[in-house]
């Protein structure tokens, strides 16, 4: 048998394996808890002076962009009204009455019907009305 002398030597042997075997396994602490507070912080400075960075480029890229398609809106508004413009001065030069004015500016008359001369060539063949759909 064992006297308690023994017993006592093994209680105090045998604890120092197992907590050995729990420093094994206890999980390591990360790299940021055995950095100082001084470093830590430092870090987070950085972080979000980096994050501000980004933040207002891209702030000043939504910026430029919505800059753009205004000025683009802008451009499209003044060719629409040219447009509109450009089509009602079309619609004017096309109506009779002012090409009925301008010819008279030019000094020009209706063609009577008597004193039109038509020529007549004797192997003209007739040349059909072109269709519409084909392109020349």
């Known amino acids: 048998m064992y006297s308690l002398k023994d017993r006592n030597i093994t209680l105090q042997e045998a604890p120092s394996r197992p907590i050995r075997a729990a420093k094994r396994r206890r999980p390591s602490h990360s790299f940021f808890f055995s950095l100082g507070p001084v470093t830590l912080c430092s870090i987070s400075v950085l972080l979000i002076a980096l994050m501000a960075i980004v ?10 962009s919505n800059q753009k398609i205004q000025q683009m809106h802008a451009q499209q508004m003044q060719l629409q009204r040219q ?5 009602n001065s079309i619609a004017t030069e096309q109506s009779p009455e002012y090409i009925a004015n301008q010819a008279k500016q030019r000094g020009l008359v209706p063609a009577d019907a008597n004193s039109v001369q038509v020529l007549v060539i004797p192997h003209l063949h007739h040349i059909a009305q072109p269709d519409e759909n084909v392109q020349p």
């Open 55 to 64: 933040y207002l480029n891209q702030v000043g890229q939504a910026l430029a």
């Open 83 to 87: 447009n509109q413009d450009l089509q």
